[in-house]
């Protein structure tokens, strides 16, 4: 069965250096998304990506943050000067436009993003 | 600003007896409400969805109901099973031109004893 799949499972990196998390969505899907779960709170959105383009993103998606589609298969997280406060796990997920009513977004089993 | 909200933080359940999730919503633009059920160290998986249109929607063991009126949806799963224990969160999302910005709820960790 198709599968969301992140890379590293784990990063460890120091306040102020740049992060690049990375994701392939499944293959045939058209909208991605990055969400986040600090340790021991719920999943937040923080942007959507659809045709290249950013479609929303949440207030925590600040200027820090930009995503991208560098090739047809994987979809990137970056954080230019990471903070403390930006360790959490780091989920993407992917959605088939064509999936009609059922809407099911696919989650990537996570990267857990320590910032020390 | 906690748009979805789901006041049990845990439940705990004999295998074979009834589970019933909670949430709360405040937002009544949304359309659309989905649960989502987490193992530890996975992501979140695709449980059951219900659209704002109806009021229940059932799937094997799963049923989600929905109460426009009062806010409130709510998970049963009947009859529970052990392997059912993980962390259940409930989602929402409205019409956002195709995509989905999904607002998750804080989850409710249930735990089926057997």
């Known amino acids: 069965e198709p599968e969301v799949t992140q890379t590293p499972s784990h990063q460890v990196t120091q306040m102020g250096q740049e992060v690049i998390l990375r994701c392939v969505p499944i293959s045939n899907h058209l909208y991605f998304y990055w969400y986040r779960q600090i340790l021991g709170q719920k999943v937040e959105f923080l942007v959507s990506?659809?045709?290249?383009?950013?479609?929303?993103k949440s207030e925590i998606f600040d200027d820090q943050f930009s995503v991208e589609r560098p090739d047809g298969s994987n979809f990137t997280l970056k954080i230019r000067s990471t903070k403390l406060e930006d360790s959490a796990m780091y989920f993407c997920?992917?959605?088939?436009?064509?999936?009609?009513?059922?809407?099911?977004?696919?989650f990537g089993p996570g990267t857990r993003l320590t910032v020390l | 600003d906690q748009q979805v909200k789901q006041n049990s933080p845990s439940l705990s359940v004999q295998e074979g007896r009834i589970s019933i999730l909670n949430c709360d919503y405040t937002n009544s633009m949304f359309d659309y409400f989905l649960w989502y059920k987490k193992y530890p160290a996975e992501g979140p998986t695709f449980l059951i969805s219900?659209?704002?249109?109806?009021d229940k929607n059932e799937d094997g063991r799963f049923t989600v109901f929905l109460n426009k009126s009062a806010k409130h949806l709510s998970l049963h799963i009947v009859p529970s099973q052990p392997g059912d224990s993980a962390v259940y969160f409930c989602a929402a999302s409205s019409p956002s031109g195709g995509y989905q910005k999904v607002t998750f709820g804080t989850g409710t960790k249930l735990q089926v004893i057997p």
């Open positions: 997920a992917s959605e088939d436009v064509t999936s009609g009513f059922l809407r099911e977004q696919f």
């Open positions: 990506f659809y045709n290249n383009e950013i479609s929303e």
């Open positions: 219900i659209s704002s249109i109806k």
